[in-house]
């Protein structure tokens, strides 16, 4: 049973940057999915970076701002974030899948933002951004 620990959270002022990391142990991860997904009050939970052997996607609401990495030798996954916005303080999740999880538009297969898609996830980390 893999079990995901974040760390990394804090509060902050718009314009600034954080990096979370997320340790995975219990199991590899290898080359399975990985993910962020995070959920402020009152709203769904939403998919925000995932990554499959090195290769990402971003929901579009952090896309040139945020930067989804995994280093598996330290089964690690990080997510930087810049250029901070107070919309992106919510409580931020890591998650890891058992297997490769994609979703395909137009011939081409990106990592899955689908919170279903994941079978793994860590308790979560908050993330305050004031402006």
């Known amino acids: 049973q893999v079990q995901l620990m974040e760390s990394g959270g804090g509060s902050v002022q718009a314009g600034e940057s954080l990096r979370l990391s997320c340790v995975a142990s219990g199991g590899t991860t290898g080359g399975n999915s990985m993910a962020w997904f995070r959920q402020a009050p009152g709203k769904e939970r939403e998919g925000v970076a995932s990554?499959?052997?090195?290769?990402?996607s971003y929901a579009d609401s952090v896309k040139g701002r945020f930067t989804i990495a995994k280093d598996n030798a330290k089964n690690t996954l990080y997510l930087e974030m810049s250029s901070l916005k107070p919309e992106d303080t919510a409580k931020y999740y890591c998650?890891?899948?058992?297997?490769?999880?994609?979703?395909?538009?137009?011939?081409?297969?990106?990592?899955?933002?689908?919170?279903?898609?994941?079978?793994?996830w860590g308790q979560g980390i908050q993330v305050t951004v004031s402006s």
């Open positions: 998650a890891a899948a058992n297997g490769r999880r994609t979703f395909c538009r137009g011939g081409y297969c990106f990592p899955s933002l689908k919170g279903a898609d994941f079978d793994h």
């Open positions: 990554i499959i052997e090195g290769s990402p």
